[in-house]
């Protein structure tokens, strides 16, 4: 089993900053892509930003400039650094892995349990 713990979330004012962390455990051989998707209420979830495990990233044009997403390999964590927060980023964060169990195995997404950011105006 592969399983994924999220912490940092919280309440904070607009323009202030969080960050989150996830980190992977269980049986694990490598972990492909991972990434960061929010949810906010009536709304789908949607990709903030991933990095695969060779460091290349890709943000949503809503947090270009503002979110940031470093990954230590080591680890088995992702991050995602928020600066300049706005009240419209208030949203449900997930953490997400790619990950292939053994060498020869298909690559399956874990996601975390969810953290909530709120922002306030």
């Known amino acids: 089993q592969v399983q994924l713990v999220e912490s940092g979330g919280g309440l904070v004012q607009a323009g202030g900053s969080l960050r989150l962390s996830c980190a992977a455990s269980g049986s694990i051989f490598v972990i492909n892509d991972m990434g960061w998707y929010r949810q906010a209420p009536g709304s789908q979830r949607e990709l903030v930003a991933d990095?695969?495990?060779?460091?290349?990233?890709d943000y949503a044009d809503s947090v270009k400039g503002r979110f940031t997403i470093p990954r230590e390999n080591a680890k088995k964590t992702v991050y995602l650094q928020m600066s300049s927060l706005k009240p419209e980023d208030t949203a449900v964060y997930y953490c997400k892995a790619e990950v292939r169990q053994t060498r020869w195995g298909a690559l399956y997404p874990y996601w975390g349990q969810g953290t909530q950011v709120t922002v306030s105006s």
């Open positions: 990095i695969t495990n060779g460091g290349r990233t």
